[in-house]
């Protein structure tokens, strides 16, 4: 039995020929978790799939943490995945280099001023960061104040790797800037790579050097 997003589900639909499906729209995650522990704990092996790598901002952490709450005794194995940030990093050249962070702007489940807070941190401490949900259609005034944020401590020239669609039909990767990166057609599946004081684009591509003498 496979159990997913329905988007999710379409791009493996090669893979589940034969099986028994069982999907679900978005925010709809803790729904698609029990019904997939459920059906495990009447004997059936049971596949979670998740966009990436299921244990960031996927699915793994909560079929866990949802197999305790319900008092099951499950076995969870997790599978990993390519993440969307080594995706957009493997696409632009090679921006996650040295230290960098990961930040969702979504704020379903984090309050935004705890967000902002992480964006603060990270941008003062000369992190490269790789944001994950910039911006949907409701949802737009966040990705502004986030490159509000980082223009504080770093050049508008600091490289910027705008990611969309990473692998799939549409696909579009753009090297911008952090003045200008506010201008590209920026969405929930979009992946922003902002780079931080030592970031450079050699012959076309994204890098944050790692310190070696070259």
Do not use: H
Not at 180 to 205: C, H, P, Q, W, Y
Request: glycine share 8%; with cysteine; proline share 4%.
């Amino acid at each position: 039995m496979v159990v997913g997003y329905t988007k999710y589900l379409e791009l493996v639909e090669d893979l589940t020929k034969g099986k028994e499906l069982v999907s679900t729209g978005m925010t709809r995650e803790v729904d698609r978790v029990r019904a997939a522990i459920t059906r495990a704990s009447e004997g059936l092996s049971v596949a979670l799939i998740s966009s990436g790598d299921a244990g960031i901002y996927g699915m793994a952490g909560l079929a866990i943490e949802l197999t305790e709450s319900m008092g099951v005794d499950l076995p969870v194995e997790v599978i990993p995945g390519v993440s969307a940030a080594s995706s957009a990093g493997a696409k632009l050249g090679a921006p996650l280099a040295l230290d960098f962070a990961t930040i969702s702007l979504s704020d379903l489940l984090v309050p935004w001023d705890t967000i902002k807070k992480r964006l603060e941190a990270v941008a003062e401490a000369d992190m490269v960061v790789a944001l994950y949900n910039p911006k949907s259609k409701k949802r737009v005034s966040q990705l502004e104040e986030a490159a509000e944020i980082f223009r504080k401590y770093r050049p508008g020239a600091t490289p910027v790797g705008v990611c969309d669609s990473i692998s799939l039909d549409g696909e579009r990767i753009v090297i911008t800037t952090l003045d200008k990166f506010l201008n590209e057609e920026i969405a929930m599946r979009t992946t922003v790579i902002i780079g931080n004081t030592s970031s450079k684009i050699i012959d076309g591509r994204f890098v944050n050097p790692r310190g070696y003498d070259v």
